[in-house]
Antibody
Framework: EVQLVESGGGLVQPGRSLRLSCAAS????????MHWVRQPPGKGLEWVSV????????AYAESVKGRFTISRDNAKNSLYLQMNSLRDEDMALYYC???????????WGQGTMVTVSS | EIVMTQSPATLSVSPGERATLSCRAS??????LAWYQQKPGQAPRLLIY???TRATGIPARFSGGGSGTEFTLTISSLQSEDFAVYYC?????????FGQGTNLEIK
């Protein structure tokens, strides 16, 4: 079964760090561009970051640039998001997603919740 | 950044009727427009890409149209499982951006 499974979310104080992971299975992860997309509670979707198959292209939303770092390990079929200097507005459900056909998100995980609170 | 604006915010329709959702881009995105469906507690699901191509397994009652800056998603005869939130997304430019969503509710 094609699957993405996120982990690493939790409760963190403002200013602290957290690392999210996403494990992929049953599709060609090593050839796939991968993204993080987030959704604050009760709100809409916000694209966060992308990394191409060979890490040759990486991009971030302005809201996280300089604080978040995306990476991947193709040997482990895994995607990561290192989140530093967390803010209240970073609180959200974080999804990892695969893109295909030029940029559509065709495979999604179930998300991992990040709660930022003192 | 391209701003995606969806209308209406909430649409109330009876089962069996037709629903038309709109999405406008602040500048042209060509046909690089996708639609997603999200039900409570679930991840979004891809419905349409390339403005009008149904994703694998999506029923024919879902259809997309438009190009440039104006797009529509039409559900021809609403089934109970279609009541959800729908998002449009452009993938013509970075950053990728989503509309704020349309909540399709039962009338």
């Amino acid at each position: 079964e094609v699957q993405l499974v996120e982990s690493g979310g939790g409760l963190v104080q403002p200013g602290r760090s957290l690392r999210l992971s996403c494990a992929a299975s049953a599709f060609n992860f090593e050839d796939s561009p991968m993204h993080w997309v987030r959704q604050p509670p009760g709100k809409g979707l916000e694209w966060v970051s992308v990394i191409t198959w060979n890490s040759g292209f990486i991009a971030y939303a302005e809201s996280v640039k300089g604080r978040f770092t995306i990476s991947r390990d193709n040997a482990k079929n895994s995607l990561y998001l290192q989140m530093n200097s967390l803010r209240d507005e970073d609180m959200a459900l974080y999804y990892c997603a695969r893109s295909s056909n030029g940029g559509v998100f065709d495979i999604w995980g179930q998300g991992t919740m990040v709660t930022v609170s003192s | 950044e391209i701003v995606m604006t969806q209308s209406p915010a909430t649409l109330s329709v009876s089962p069996g009727e037709r629903a038309t959702l709109s999405c406008r881009a602040s500048q042209s995105v060509s046909s690089n427009l996708a639609w997603y469906q999200q039900k409570p507690g679930q991840a979004p699901r891809l419905l349409i890409y390339g403005a009008s191509t149904r994703a694998t397994g999506i029923p024919a009652r879902f259809s997309g149209g438009g190009s440039g800056t104006e797009f529509t998603l039409t559900i021809s005869s609403l089934q109970s499982e279609d009541f959800a939130v729908y998002y449009c997304q452009q993938y013509n430019n970075w950053p990728r951006t989503f509309g704020q969503g349309t909540n399709l509710e039962i009338k």
